[in-house]
């Protein structure tokens, strides 16, 4: 299932020392970033292979645990996986991800950090706890305190978010105390975890999206949201340009990419009249938007990190 995207190079793969069998664990390769990457690696001369992770399933017992695409045993076919786990199959994913760990298969993302930075709570826990700064946030599944919440916050106006949200989804700004409290009520009684957080004025709807390889910093890039949404997510049409970060930046985002685990992360901060505050974590960053805001090639990046780490030459 080779993919072939490449089909004007080629590459003796008998000869080049570097050549490995590289899995992208992805539910499609009709997504930008994946397809980018699997560009990449096809440039460099490696084998790769869309594996949809939802196809997966693992075997237990017996002398090895076994992984399976449908009815293929792929335990011993790959020197490293990438993955690109999706919101909604994120326990799957990275129980698969684990699997392939435990069979002593590189991964660009560890299986425990992929489920810590897909849950908010659990990002901003250990970021505080490791003495990163994040905005005042509340937490709480009691729908009978609500507005004793908002003013731990300091009241209106607040940052209502799912607590698995991504691509800005289930992002709210709730402006007034009555707003706020009419959305937490509907969620609460949808039992949807949320999440409360202070709202940054003089962030005035920009963030910085951070990529971080191999525990550098690769690109950075500031997203200022349009004219009708407060979100700065480039998946709703924020614009964006090339930034210099700050040495406390970049210091918050190399760190919390190693605390989490990730081999691979986008750091998401904002600059607020006290310094910069970390938001969230992706384990799975998109790489259309910083590669055209800053020129830089990102998927290459994570190919020369998986050249560094994978095995080679294993068959």
Same mark, same amino acid.
């Given at each position: 299932?080779?993919?072939? /995207?490449?089909?004007?190079?080629?590459? *003796?793969?008998?000869?080049?020392? #570097?050549?490995? *069998?590289?899995?992208?664990?992805?539910?499609?390769?009709?997504?930008?970033?994946?397809?980018?990457?699997?560009?990449?690696?096809?440039?460099?001369?490696?084998?790769?292979?869309?594996?949809?992770?939802? %196809?997966?399933?693992?075997? $237990?017992?017996? *002398?090895?645990?076994?992984?399976?695409?449908?009815?293929?045993?792929?335990?011993?076919?790959?020197?490293?996986?990438?993955?690109? /786990?999706?919101?909604?199959?994120?326990?799957?994913?990275?129980?698969?991800?684990?699997?392939?760990?435990?069979?002593?298969?590189?991964?660009?993302?560890?299986?425990?950090?992929?489920?810590?930075?897909?849950?908010?709570?659990?990002?901003?826990?250990?970021?505080?706890?490791?003495?990163?700064?994040?905005? #005042?946030?509340?937490?709480?599944?009691?729908?009978?305190?609500?507005?004793?919440?908002?003013?731990?916050?300091?009241?209106?106006?607040?940052?209502?978010?799912?607590?698995?949200?991504?691509?800005?989804?289930?992002?709210?700004?709730?402006?007034?105390? %009555?707003?706020? %409290?009419?959305?937490? *009520?509907?969620?609460?009684?949808?039992?949807?975890?949320?999440?409360?957080?202070?709202?940054?004025?003089?962030?005035?709807?920009?963030?910085?999206?951070?990529?971080?390889?191999?525990?550098? /910093?690769?690109?950075?890039?500031?997203?200022?949201?349009? $004219?009708?949404?407060?979100?700065?997510?480039?998946?709703?049409?924020?614009?964006?340009?090339?930034?210099?970060?700050?040495?406390?930046?970049?210091?918050?985002? /190399?760190?919390?990419? %190693?605390?989490?685990?990730?081999?691979?992360?986008?750091?998401?901060?904002?600059?607020?009249?006290?310094?910069?505050?970390?938001?969230?974590?992706?384990?799975?960053?998109?790489?259309?938007?910083?590669?055209?805001?800053?020129?830089?090639?990102?998927? #290459?990046?994570?190919?020369?990190?998986?050249?560094?780490?994978?095995?080679?030459?294993? #068959?």
């Amino acid at each position: 299932m080779i993919l072939g /995207i490449l089909t004007d190079i080629t590459v *003796d793969f008998q000869t080049n020392p #570097k050549n490995m *069998d590289v899995a992208i664990l992805s539910v499609s390769l009709n997504v930008y970033s994946t397809s980018r990457i699997a560009e990449e690696f096809e440039r460099a001369g490696h084998y790769v292979e869309h594996i949809d992770h939802t %196809k997966c399933s693992v075997q $237990l017992g017996g *002398d090895k645990p076994q992984i399976f695409y449908g009815t293929e045993n792929i335990t011993d076919e790959f020197d490293a996986v990438v993955p690109r /786990i999706g919101t909604t199959v994120t326990r799957h994913g990275a129980a698969i991800v684990k699997q392939f760990e435990m069979n002593h298969i590189f991964s660009t993302a560890k299986s425990l950090g992929i489920i810590r930075a897909r849950n908010k709570v659990s990002t901003l826990q250990m970021m505080f706890k490791k003495g990163i700064s994040v905005p #005042k946030t509340v937490f709480s599944i009691n729908p009978n305190n609500v507005e004793d919440q908002i003013e731990l916050l300091g009241g209106a106006p607040v940052i209502i978010k799912l607590q698995e949200g991504t691509q800005g989804k289930g992002v709210i700004l709730a402006e007034s105390k %009555k707003s706020a %409290k009419s959305v937490i *009520d509907t969620l609460y009684n949808m039992n949807t975890s949320i999440l409360l957080q202070e709202y940054i004025e003089e962030a005035n709807g920009e963030d910085l999206r951070i990529i971080v390889v191999d525990n550098k /910093i690769v690109a950075s890039m500031k997203r200022t949201s349009g $004219l009708d949404d407060f979100r700065s997510n480039v998946h709703r049409g924020a614009e964006t340009q090339k930034v210099q970060l700050t040495p406390r930046e970049k210091f918050m985002a /190399i760190n919390a990419t %190693k605390h989490l685990g990730l081999g691979v992360a986008g750091v998401d901060l904002i600059r607020s009249k006290n310094g910069p505050l970390l938001i969230e974590v992706n384990a799975s960053p998109g790489l259309k938007g910083i590669e055209a805001a800053t020129g830089v090639n990102v998927a #290459k990046s994570i190919v020369q990190f998986v050249e560094k780490n994978g095995r080679r030459n294993r #068959k």
